[in-house]
């Protein structure tokens, strides 16, 4: 039987291994990772220029850091492309990337790329406190406090986003925290319109424990909900908190109608003819 030198033998091997042309396509090998395969092919140009960035795109997207920097050319989208893997960041030195990334990371939640930006002494350009508190990123916005990525302006606008986007969680730690800073009326007053606006009604509950307002603070909270069409969160405050329907009047009622707001509208009907019977 003839036996082939053992350098024929590794051609075959190499060229079976690592360029099978219906397994290690260039995203396959992206994917995957296969930093040898793709050394090979490489070496025996095996891929033109939109292959390699096809390989170089999905590397970059998976977090395969010895891929993507045998691959990147400088006009390459990392960017785009990045999906907060933190191997990534490690090989890749850009001014200014943090800025370009950290909407990514507090809006998908990569905590381990926030650290490290935190550990390379990055400093945030704009209010990050508010954009983790807007998604619910609670995890994110205690890195964010403990290491202190923020300024003290930075805290009121967080609480008001997550009470607007209905984020308890966050709502309750943060007032947790600084309740304290924000028992001024004028602060009292942006977080009830703010949770008027959002219409969430578990905010509103934890919001009436905390500051304690009198009926007439929620005047204009509770006409903001109505025309925004909050009918669960309206229901609550005229039902349980017996906040009088005054700011009800049938222009208003005209208008809710005109909106749409159809169960709203035969509820607050209700309301308010009881309302003003009584009264009379």
Same mark, same amino acid.
């Given at each position: ?24 396509? /260039? ?88 650290? =490290? ?67 001024? /009326? ?28 009198? /009926? ?19 229901? =609550? ?7 009088? /329907? ?20 035969? =509820? ?13």
């Amino acid at each position: 039987m003839l036996q082939l030198p053992i350098v024929i033998h590794k051609m075959i091997y190499d060229y079976i291994y690592y360029y099978d042309p219906k397994k290690h396509t /260039p995203a396959h090998m992206g994917i995957t990772g296969n930093i040898n395969g793709i050394k090979w092919i490489l070496a025996h140009r095996k891929w033109n220029n939109d292959q390699k960035k096809e390989a170089l795109k999905y590397a970059t997207q998976n977090g395969h850091a010895q891929v993507f920097q045998l691959l990147y050319y400088p006009e390459f989208n990392v960017r785009k492309e990045w999906k907060g893997h933190v191997d990534i960041l490690k090989v890749y030195e850009s001014p200014n990337f943090g800025d370009f990334i950290i909407g990514d990371i507090l809006e998908y939640n990569y905590e381990e790329s926030l650290l =490290y930006l935190v550990h390379k002494g990055y400093m945030p350009t704009w209010n990050i406190l508010s954009k983790a508190a807007e998604h619910g990123r609670l995890n994110l916005v205690k890195i964010i406090l403990k290491y202190k990525i923020h300024v003290q302006n930075d805290i009121f606008p967080a609480i008001w986003v997550s009470c607007m986007g209905g984020q308890i969680k966050v709502f309750k730690y943060l007032m947790d925290q600084y309740a304290a800073l924000y028992r001024d /009326p004028y602060y009292t007053k942006q977080l009830l319109e703010s949770t008027c606006i959002g219409g969430h009604v578990d905010i509103m509950s934890e919001l009436r424990q905390r500051i304690g307002c009198t /009926p007439v603070d929620y005047k204009f909270p509770l006409y903001k909900a109505i025309r925004l069409g909050r009918y669960d969160l309206v229901v =609550y405050l005229l039902d349980e908190c017996d906040i009088i /329907p005054s700011v009800v009047d049938q222009r208003l009622l005209d208008y809710v109608e005109q909106c749409g707001y159809i169960r709203l509208h035969d =509820y607050l009907k209700v309301k308010t003819d009881t309302f003003y019977s009584v009264s009379l």
